[in-house]
């Protein structure tokens, strides 16, 4: 058990608490405990866990309000983020490397690509 966290929490608790009590000070560590040990594996998520990818989508959309739909519907797509847009390239945050493969030529682009053809956007 990590006792520098889990004081932390207590600590957090009794600025939450605003009045200091026998009973909200035992209350209070008791709840900071159950939810230390809830959480403990959340805290131990570190680098070594993650399969983290940054990759750089070039799409051939030439439209801006295209470009903002493509980027939004990635940002949509859970574990995934879009960073920035400058001209032609999309960077793309991903938690997942798989996931950042089937970013290239994805069938909403190419839908998006069709539509721009079709409305001379």
């Not at 990590?2 to 909200?24: H, N």
């Not at 209070?28 to 159950?34: D, E, H, P, Q």
Request: aromatic letters at 10%; hydrophobic letters at 45%.
């Amino acid at each position: 058990m990590d006792y520098r966290k889990l004081g932390l929490f207590v600590l957090f608790w009794l600025i939450l608490a605003q009045t200091l009590s026998f009973e909200r000070i035992a209350i209070g560590t008791l709840i900071c405990v159950a939810v230390y040990l809830f959480n403990k594996d959340l805290q131990s998520f570190n680098q070594k866990n993650r399969n983290l990818a940054l990759p750089n989508l070039n799409t051939k959309l030439k439209n801006e309000f295209n470009k903002t739909v493509l980027a939004n519907s990635i940002t949509l797509t859970p574990g995934t983020l879009t960073l920035d847009s400058t001209n032609d390239k999309l960077i793309i945050h991903c938690l997942d490397k798989e996931v950042a493969k089937g970013l290239e030529n994805s069938k909403f682009e190419q839908m998006l690509l069709k539509k721009e053809e079709l409305f001379n956007d």
